[in-house]
């Protein structure tokens, strides 16, 4: 597969639909997925990680399920055994060198993602894909550091602290998104684990990160409280406060307070500033005083993802918790959300 769009007329609706299937791999045969194509489907750009493969992965999946044609759930499969093999076994594929001097470390985003995939192609219901479910968790755990006060987004392939700004880095946004991921898998599989996710992966990260200035969430952090190093880490992006919004209403979900007025925060924050009111959209990214600092509203990292994801389930959260005896309907703006069904929860944007 790979580069097979070009016999397709562009603009079908069949094209449209096997446009993944046919054109997400970099080349016949290779288990790697495309960072970006050209409009006729191209590649352009690898990354040797593994975030192609897992979104084209959830995407093919979801495409399967719409569907009902088991071929694009088939290669979903086939996409996330490749990740497995790479994370678990051997990383050569993903073409990274293995530098004498580099410190050998393991990313937050790694389980994370593992743990999404593992969850929405196991359908939720364990099967083959438990066992990879529940070391995804245990691998998030080790990034619970400091007696549980911190989230450190990078550790050692043993589980320990690092030295240095690569071991004193932190990301809000991935830290709640990691959050809600493991409250849905303590929920399905070991309960005891739902008051870590919701008080070290989403409570403190989100006190933590959120910048008591101007407000929002800061990129990345140091957790010593030193200068991080990358050049955006006090931007304010659309991702970790789409993800803080589902996190807070999933944890809501589960044990009620004190996640909801977190969820007010965050949420009124994102709706004012990083949605366009004249154009519809969200901005990707916001200077550390909210306001704009780039005016696209996609690019080759903001895509058709965190917000749409992150809309559907607070949409379905809210109005699950609306219906309940005694639930939402009399607590502050939720009460008018209630009365004025069926309006939209979250607020469209225009056409």
């Not at 979801?62 to 086939?78: D, I, K």
């Not at 359908?123 to 529940?134: H, I, K, R, T």
């Not at 739902?194 to 140091?222: C, K, N, S, T």
Request: charged share 20%; glycine share 12%; hydrophobic share 40%.
């Amino acid at each position: 597969m790979g580069g097979g769009a070009g016999a397709r007329t562009p603009g079908s609706f069949s094209c449209r639909w096997e446009f993944l299937l046919h054109c997400a791999r970099v080349g016949p045969g290779s288990p790697k997925a495309a960072f970006a194509l050209t409009r006729d489907g191209r590649p352009t750009k690898v990354q040797r990680s593994i975030f192609s493969e897992c979104f084209c992965a959830l995407g093919l999946d979801e495409l399967g399920r719409a569907t009902g044609e088991s071929r694009y759930r088939r290669e979903a499969r086939v996409l996330l055994d490749a990740v497995v093999r790479w994370v678990r076994e051997d990383p050569t594929e993903l073409g990274r060198p293995l530098l004498a001097g580099a410190t050998p470390h393991e990313p937050l985003a790694v389980p994370m993602m593992l743990l999404c995939l593992a969850e929405q192609l196991g359908d939720g219901a364990g099967g083959p894909l438990a066992e990879l479910e529940g070391w995804c968790a245990q691998r998030l755990l080790r990034h619970l550091q400091r007696d549980g006060s911190a989230v450190l987004e990078n550790v050692s392939e043993d589980g320990q602290e690092l030295p240095g700004c690569l071991g004193r880095q932190q990301n809000p946004g991935h830290a709640l998104e990691a959050g809600w991921f493991l409250l849905q898998y303590a929920q399905r599989r070991d309960l005891a684990l739902a008051a870590q996710a919701i008080e070290g992966f989403m409570v403190r990260p989100f006190q933590a990160g959120w910048d008591p200035e101007y407000g929002g969430l800061f990129a990345f952090q140091d957790v010593d409280g030193l200068c991080p190093t990358q050049l955006e880490w006090n931007m304010k992006l659309w991702w970790p406060h789409a993800e803080a919004m589902v996190a807070f209403l999933v944890a809501y979900a589960h044990s009620r307070e004190p996640a909801l007025p977190l969820f007010q925060q965050v949420a009124e924050y994102a709706f004012q500033r990083f949605r366009d009111p004249e154009h519809g959209e969200w901005f990707g990214y916001l200077a550390r005083d909210g306001t704009v600092a780039l005016t696209i509203k996609g690019g080759p990292f903001k895509g058709c993802f965190h917000v749409p994801r992150a809309l559907h389930h607070c949409e379905q959260i809210l109005a699950q918790l609306l219906a309940e005896p005694g639930g939402l309907a009399n607590k502050g703006p939720f009460g008018l959300l209630a009365q004025e069904r069926p309006t939209p929860l979250i607020p469209p944007t225009p056409p």
